[in-house]
Each structure stands twice: as C-alpha cells, then as structure tokens.
C-alpha cells in the first residue's frame, strides 16, 4: 500500500502472496472528504479483524481509517500517527520519511534480498584465465555465461573486445603487432 504521491485523497493498493510478485493492482479512495492522503501505513488487528490504516492528511492532521476488506472503508478519525520510526541504514536512493517498518520471517528477508538487493555477478562461465604457447591459435569465446546473485544467468557477447591478453614484456611489440594483425579487436587490452 502507498499513497498516490502524496497529492490525492487514494491509495495504491495490489496483493503479494511472496512480497515479489504483486498483482491486483488497484486505486481506492480512502476518505470522502477529498483529504489528501501522505504516508500510509496499515497494521492488521486479529482481535478485531479489521485493518487499521494510518496516514497523514494534506490538511496537517493525522487520520485513521479501517476496513475489513479494503473494499469500504470507515469515515477517518483524528488520531496520533502510528508509523513507525525508520532506524536502519537505507540506499542513497531512499527517502526515511517513504521508507517503512515492517516484520518479515528470515526466510521472507532471504528471498526479498535474494530478488531486490544488490545485484552481482558471483560466476563466469567460459572466460577462465588460458596459458598459450607461442604459435599456438587462440580463439576466444564469442559469449559466456554470467550467474548473478539472485540466481539469473544470463549471455554475455564480445568477450573477445573485453579480453586481457598478457605477454612476456620482451616480446611486446612482436606480439602486438602479431594478434592486431590477426584481427584481435583494439578494445581488448595486450599487457
């Protein structure tokens, strides 16, 4: 749940069933009085079964609404607002006073950071290091297989413009001259 940019009296709603996937995304009106709705945050009451939605009002003043179905919604009453204080450490892009709090189990945690944090490359398939005698042909793979952190695989082409070529110092130029005359692309680098 989110407001609607913080400049209508809606929120933006849609269901999870793994906090990955979303669907049903919907747009509903949260109060009839046209206030605006600024940083929504809902808490779930088992006793009651009704969920509380907390939010700022463009007006100043800080409103609860409930549902029981995200259908209807109570009238909003005046309340102190309920979010609560972000304190952990969030990316340059976040904004603490967007961001939220909410519990999760270690395994909901694994999988959200598996899918949404940092994203890098952990194997190279395809591109291992090659000692080559002198006179001998080389050829570099035209693509190779890259595992990503959050378990995608995917291609990657132009190796051959990527690759570092090392030489024996003394024989530098003669090898230079060699593998550009070859063909060897002038991206790639010879050291």
Same mark, same amino acid.
């Given at each position: 749940?989110?407001? #609607? !940019?913080?400049?209508? @009296?809606?929120?933006?709603?849609?269901?999870?069933?793994?906090?990955?996937?979303?669907?049903?995304? =919907?747009?509903?009106?949260?109060? *009839?009085?046209?206030?605006?709705? $600024?940083?929504?945050?809902?808490?779930?009451?088992?006793?009651? &079964?009704?969920?509380?939605?907390?939010?700022?009002?463009?007006?100043? !003043?800080?409103?609860?609404?409930?549902?029981? @179905?995200?259908?209807?919604?109570?009238?909003?009453?005046?309340?102190?607002?309920?979010?609560?204080? #972000?304190?952990?450490?969030?990316?340059?892009?976040?904004? &603490?006073?967007?961001?939220?709090?909410?519990?999760?189990?270690?395994?909901?945690? @694994? $999988?959200?950071?598996?899918?949404?944090?940092?994203?890098?490359?952990?194997?190279?398939?395809?591109?291992?290091? =090659?000692?080559? $005698?002198?006179?001998?042909?080389?050829?570099?793979?035209?693509?190779?297989?890259?595992?990503?952190?959050?378990?995608? %695989?995917? &291609?990657?082409?132009?190796?051959?413009?990527? %690759? #570092?070529?090392?030489?024996? *110092?003394?024989?530098?130029?003669?090898?230079?001259?060699?593998? =550009?005359?070859?063909?060897?692309?002038?991206?790639?680098?010879?050291?």
């Amino acid at each position: 749940m989110a407001s #609607v !940019n913080n400049s209508k @009296d809606q929120i933006f709603l849609c269901d999870a069933k793994d906090l990955i996937f979303f669907e049903n995304e =919907r747009v509903l009106t949260l109060n *009839k009085k046209g206030i605006v709705v $600024k940083n929504s945050m809902v808490s779930y009451d088992s006793e009651n &079964k009704m969920y509380h939605v907390y939010w700022k009002g463009g007006d100043g !003043n800080s409103y609860l609404t409930t549902t029981e @179905d995200f259908s209807s919604f109570s009238d909003p009453e005046k309340t102190e607002y309920q979010k609560e204080e #972000v304190t952990a450490d969030l990316p340059a892009y976040a904004q &603490k006073e967007e961001a939220a709090v909410f519990e999760l189990t270690q395994e909901e945690y @694994d $999988k959200i950071h598996k899918k949404y944090g940092k994203i890098e490359s952990v194997v190279v398939h395809g591109a291992e290091d =090659r000692v080559i $005698k002198e006179g001998e042909q080389v050829e570099l793979p035209k693509h190779v297989e890259v595992e990503y952190s959050d378990g995608s %695989a995917a &291609k990657m082409g132009g190796i051959a413009e990527k %690759a #570092v070529i090392k030489v024996p *110092k003394t024989k530098y130029k003669k090898y230079k001259k060699l593998l =550009r005359g070859k063909g060897l692309s002038k991206k790639a680098k010879i050291s």
